[in-house]
């Protein structure tokens, strides 16, 4: 453990709890204490020892162009010489939210809020505002952010720490959100039928990537379009993860599904906070000033988010960067596929595009009782051996690994060798 990085750690337990200003931070999971980064550059992170990382975590997700972009710092450098936030509109606003509207098939109008709890947050109130209805339908091991009603059953650090029922979360409130297993579209169709007329929302991550990743099986979310329009229920992708990330238009487009509502934030803010709500114009027409149902927000659409995102946004409709990433990321999965294999560990490397998941696993996971079965201490072997190495990964077997357009060939083919090496010490087989 680098000397600085435990000394600051031994600080930070005084005056955080847990010494992380987010659980998914801290390596509960994988053992040891977290490392405090001084700076990121293109692919990698260097601690404040001074190590150098190539890093797959990328703030967990917001950094599609790496860290520290240069033109994106140039950009929030300019916009903060004209003052953070006016609390009042302001012209960057509607360039963002016009270039929201032409990437992402499913919105016609956006909201702008500042993470994508506040995303998920607002989505759901919407669609209880709409429907009048209070149920809302959520998938095992999917993670909406650390809204009352989304923690039940939810995936992401909640599934990392082993925390069931969160505290704090009333069981009135929990009793509002039916949970089903993930890609089974028998259990959606089943509970519409016996309570569709209750049911405000469904909201699904459309890749899940807070189990780890988990790609909707064929047809999955075409039966959760047909199903959820039938019943009058409003479907809502929540894509904080797959949002310009599968796509310019996200897992919707990839997918060709066309959600009512949509959820946004980590690469829409260009790597500063954010989240976004967005729409069918008769849904989002029902929010505050224009309709009754009520959400605000201090800094929402400050001029330094939105100058961020319209720089993020302007960089990926360049012809050619999602074949680049697919390229990019199918190579890194080659790779750690074939350095499992010829190690003799029967991993699994599943990948959506960019994102992707190392299960130590014998199978391919569909749900979240698949998936919660890999061996959690080997992979925190594999972590803590690779971190040795130098490549930082997410302290969880039940999160992505993210690919970002500044990881070279180069850095890609060297973590696979780097896997190659850390796993060859490895004892591990699953009995599954
Ligand atoms: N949603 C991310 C984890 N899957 C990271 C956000 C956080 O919880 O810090």
């Known amino acids: 453990m680098p000397t600085l990085s435990r000394n600051l750690f031994d600080k930070a337990r005084q005056v955080i709890p847990g010494g992380v200003n987010s659980p998914v931070r801290a390596f509960k999971a994988v053992g040891g204490d977290p490392l405090f980064f001084a700076r990121g550059a293109g692919a990698c992170l260097y601690d404040v020892d001074g190590n150098e ?10 950094l599609i162009l790496g ?5 994106i710092v140039r950009e929030i450098q300019e916009a903060a010489k004209n003052g953070t936030s006016f609390g009042a509109p302001n012209p ?15 919105i016609e109008k956006v909201r702008m809020v500042n993470s994508g709890t506040e995303a ?15 149920l809302i339908v959520k998938m095992d091991g999917c993670y909406h952010g650390h809204v009352d009603a989304l923690l039940v059953q939810a995936g992401s650090g909640v599934a990392t720490l082993g925390i069931p029922g969160t505290p704090g979360v009333p069981a009135r409130v929990a009793e509002q959100t039916i949970v089903l297993p993930y890609n089974d579209l028998d259990a959606v169709a089943r509970l519409a039928t016996e309570r569709g007329r209750e049911i405000a929302c469904l909201i699904v991550e459309p890749v899940a990537a807070n189990m780890g990743v988990v790609p909707p099986k064929p047809g999955y979310l075409e039966g959760l379009r047909e199903i959820t329009a039938k019943h009058g229920i409003v479907l809502i992708f929540d894509e904080v993860i797959t949002g310009f990330r599968l796509a310019l238009g996200g897992a919707q487009e990839k997918y060709r599904i066309n959600p009512d509502l949509t959820t946004l934030g980590k690469i829409l803010g260009g790597g500063l906070p954010i989240g976004a709500y967005g729409g069918r114009e008769e849904i989002m027409d029902r929010i505050a000033p224009e309709g009754n149902v009520y959400q605000a927000g201090t800094l929402a659409g400050n001029p330094l988010a939105m100058r961020a995102g319209i720089t993020m946004l302007k960089r990926l409709r360049a012809p050619g960067t999602y074949e680049r990433l697919e390229a990019l990321s199918a190579r890194l999965q080659a790779g750690l596929q074939s350095a499992a294999q010829d190690a003799g560990m029967p991993v699994r490397v599943i990948r959506v595009g960019s994102l992707m998941t190392a299960f130590f696993l014998g199978r391919d996971p569909v749900d979240w009782a698949g998936a919660a079965v890999a061996d959690t201490k080997a992979y925190a072997g594999y972590f803590r051996r690779m971190l040795e190495r130098g490549v930082y990964l997410a302290p969880s077997q039940f999160e992505a690994m993210f690919v970002s357009l500044a990881h070279s060939e180069a850095q890609l083919d060297r973590t696979a060798e780097i896997a190659r090496d850390a796993l060859k010490g490895m004892r591990w087989g699953p009995s599954a």
């Open 92 to 106: 960057h606003e509607v360039e963002l939210a016009r270039l929201v509207v032409e990437a992402v098939p499913g």
């Open 120 to 134: 998920t947050l607002s989505a759901i109130r919407l669609a209880r505002g709409f429907t009048g209805r209070d």
């Open 53 to 62: 990382y190539i890093d797959y975590v990328c703030s967990w997700g917001p």
């Open 67 to 71: 860290h520290a972009d240069p033109e």
